[in-house]
């Protein structure tokens, strides 16, 4: 099991989610991505991505100056 | 009659069929442009199998040179999302009637465009669920 970082400040949507889905393709079962992202959206959208591609969102967070941090188990 | 799955069973995402978006584009200008790559990356992002189909009106933005000139304020960066979007093997196909149009041969496209016709086109998104145009 190995983690993976993935910054995406300053992407506009739908760039962070279509970086999560690049990274995605070399994820081993167990692996984890954490990343950091400042779009508005990206909350949302990553975790109708989880739902979608059927990985788990353990958690998203967004701090005071709107920057959010999200971990996906793969 | 035995159904597949079994009823009951839930089959997780990842293993259903692929789903499929087209999007057709109709145009060059910023209106036209980021709003094909923009719901076709996100489509692609989804595991989406997606063609983005330009018209004669909108295939002159495939001429090798044209995109990256594109720019638009709070947009994201054009070519960063055309290159994720073949990353995840995205196909861009222009209309074959636009090489006669504006007297283009394949070399004055890029090089990850297909050229093909209307009834190729139509068969390849036989199975699309998800349509767009712009």
């Known amino acids: ?12 949507c739908p760039q962070p989610v279509l970086k999560v889905a690049i990274m995605a393709k070399q994820m081993q079962p167990g692996d984890m991505l954490e990343i950091m992202a400042d779009c ?5 959208d990553i975790g109708k991505w989880c739902t979608t591609t059927g990985n788990t969102l353990l958690f998203c967070a967004v701090e ?4 959010a941090k999200a971990q996906i188990q793969f | 009659m035995r159904s ?6 839930l089959v997780p995402l990842k ?3 692929k789903m499929m978006t087209a999007i057709i584009c109709n145009g060059t200008e910023n ?3 980021f709003p094909t790559f923009i719901m076709g990356s996100a489509a692609i992002a989804l ?19 044209f995109l990256e000139q594109v720019e638009g304020k709070g947009m994201p960066e054009m070519m960063e999302m055309v290159n994720d979007f073949l990353t995840l093997d995205g196909h861009i ?42």
């Open chain 1, 64 to 67: 005071g100056d709107g920057k």
């Open chain 2, 93 to 134: 196909v222009a209309c074959e009637l636009c090489m006669d149009v504006y007297d283009m041969t394949e070399e004055d496209l890029r090089e990850s465009v297909e050229v093909v016709g209307a009834t190729g086109f139509l068969s390849d998104i036989n199975d699309a669920t998800i349509t767009f145009t712009f």
């Open chain 2, 47 to 65: 595991g989406h199998e997606v063609y983005l189909f330009f018209t004669p009106a909108g295939a002159p933005a495939l001429k090798k040179g």
């Open chain 2, 31 to 33: 209106k036209n442009l």
């Open chain 1, 1 to 12: 099991m190995t983690t993976h970082t993935l910054d995406a400040l300053g992407l506009k």
């Open chain 2, 15 to 17: 293993e259903c069929e």
């Open chain 1, 40 to 44: 508005e959206s990206f909350p949302e």
């Open chain 2, 4 to 9: 597949f799955p079994p009823p009951g069973i």
